[in-house]
C-alpha cells in the first residue's frame, strides 16, 4: 500500500511540474510563441507580426498576453507571435519569416537593438510597418497601447 501510494504521489510531482513548463500559458500562447510557428496571413484583415525577446520575466508575459486579447480576428486582425526566448540570431531569422509572410506590421522587443538594425531596414523597404518597443518593464508597452500606435498611423482594420 505504501508502494502505491509513493508512486501516486511521484506520478503527481511529475504531471504538476509538467504543467508548469510553459513561459505563457493563459490562453495556450506558449505553444503558439515557437519560432517553427507557420506565420497565418489573412489578406482581409490586418497582419500584425510581433517579434518577443522573451517570455521569461512576468512583464513579458503579460505583454504577449496582452498582444493575444488586443489583435484579435474578431477586431480585424491576423496576429503571429514569435518569442526568441533571449536569443538574437533566433530573433533575426523570426524577423526574416515575417519579412517573408509579408505581415503589414511588425512589432519588435529587441533581444539587442544594435543586431537587428539590418533586418528591420530590410522591413521597411519591403513596405512593411517596424515599431520598436522597449526591453524593460518600466517602458513597456502592451497590446492596447501598440494598438494606439496603429491607429495613429492610420492602420484600422
Not at 13 to 20: D, K, T
Not at 134 to 147: C, F, L, V
Amino acid at each position: 500500500m505504501k508502494r502505491k501510494l509513493l508512486f501516486l504521489n511521484i506520478a503527481i510531482l511529475i504531471l504538476s511540474l509538467a504543467a508548469c513548463g510553459k513561459a505563457v500559458s493563459a490562453n495556450g500562447a506558449g505553444d503558439e510563441t515557437e519560432s517553427s510557428q507557420e506565420i497565418s496571413i489573412n489578406e482581409d484583415m490586418i497582419n500584425v507580426g510581433f517579434a518577443q525577446a522573451s517570455n521569461l520575466e512576468g512583464w513579458q508575459v503579460t505583454q504577449t498576453e496582452s498582444f493575444y486579447s488586443t489583435f484579435t480576428e474578431k477586431d480585424g486582425y491576423s496576429l503571429s507571435i514569435l518569442d526568441a526566448h533571449g536569443d538574437e540570431t533566433k530573433q533575426i531569422e523570426q524577423l526574416n519569416q515575417f519579412i517573408e509572410a509579408s505581415v503589414d506590421v511588425i512589432f519588435v522587443v529587441p533581444v539587442k537593438e544594435k543586431d537587428i538594425l539590418e533586418t528591420l531596414e530590410r522591413a521597411k523597404e519591403a513596405g512593411i510597418l517596424v515599431i520598436q518597443l522597449a526591453n524593460n518593464e518600466e517602458d513597456a508597452i502592451g497590446g492596447k497601447g501598440a494598438r494606439e500606435m496603429l491607429d495613429a498611423q492610420g492602420m484600422r482594420p
